[in-house]
């Protein structure tokens, strides 16, 4: 069974611009969350959908977004970025959502300029 | 919303003795607590979860424990090996958040 990905592993952007980051997560999985990852604030909450649905969202600016399509994929996009959202971005997908095993992508680097 | 302190964080072990690391939550509605390991450049991995209505679980050399009354949940990792080096992460959820609240992680260096 193949494991979540995201796409693309790398990304390099300047300040200003935005980024749309994309994660798959395992064949019959419905929830998608996405984690922000810093060195000083370690993994952070950004959203979780499930069935096209956001259930919940962390405590980060309306700059954050995502969305999540029929067949489980999701998006998450950042727009007008800033120096502060590099990070490494992870998605994890689950059958139902927390309670059940969150099996984690190999994330998206994000470097701001 | 639910705030997770993480204690030690780093903790340097020798091989063959025990690690523990300590955790406690805010949030008394939270009732699932699992727990992750990250190598370096790898991605986090589940290696153990506990439930609010159970108050140990072990598998081979680890375990976690859990005091609902004071809010706190432990890992305990026995006859530790190199391999066992890594950053391990708790974490805590109320099953209707949909979101899992993270330490800040324990480095765990097992020295040979």
């Known amino acids: 069974k193949a494991g979540v990905t995201q796409t693309p592993r790398y990304l390099i952007k300047t300040r200003g611009q935005q980024v749309t980051l994309s994660c798959s997560p395992i064949?019959?999985?419905?929830?998608v969350s996405w984690y922000q990852q810093t060195p000083g604030q370690g993994l952070q909450f950004l959203f979780e959908?499930?069935?096209?649905?956001?259930?919940n969202k962390g405590n980060f600016p309306g700059r954050f977004s995502g969305r999540q399509f029929s067949n489980s994929r999701s998006e998450m996009n950042v727009s007008t970025l800033e120096l502060g959202d590099s990070a490494l971005y992870l998605c994890?997908?689950?059958?139902?959502?927390?309670?059940?095993?969150?099996?984690f992508g190999p994330g998206t680097r994000l470097t701001v300029l | 919303g639910e705030n997770v302190e993480q204690h030690p964080s780093t903790l340097s072990v020798q091989e063959g003795d025990s690690a523990v690391i300590k955790c406690t939550y805010s949030?008394?509605?939270?009732?699932?607590f699992p727990w992750y390991k990250q190598e370096l450049g790898k991605r986090p991995q589940l290696i153990i979860d506990?439930?609010?209505?159970?108050g140990e679980k072990k598998d081979q050399r680890i375990a976690v424990t859990l005091n609902k009354t004071a809010k706190h949940f432990s890992l305990h990792i026995t006859e530790t090996q190199p391999e066992d080096s890594a950053v391990y992460f708790c974490?805590?959820?109320?099953?209707?958040?949909?979101?899992?609240?993270f330490g800040a992680g324990t480095t765990v260096t097992v020295r040979a």
């Open positions: 959908y499930f069935s096209e649905t956001q259930r």
């Open positions: 974490a805590a959820s109320n099953f209707n958040d949909y979101k899992l609240s």
């Open positions: 506990i439930r609010s209505n159970v």
């Open positions: 064949s019959g999985h419905r929830s």
């Open positions: 949030d008394s509605a939270s009732n699932y």
């Open positions: 994890a997908s689950s059958w139902a959502g927390v309670g059940d095993t969150q099996y």
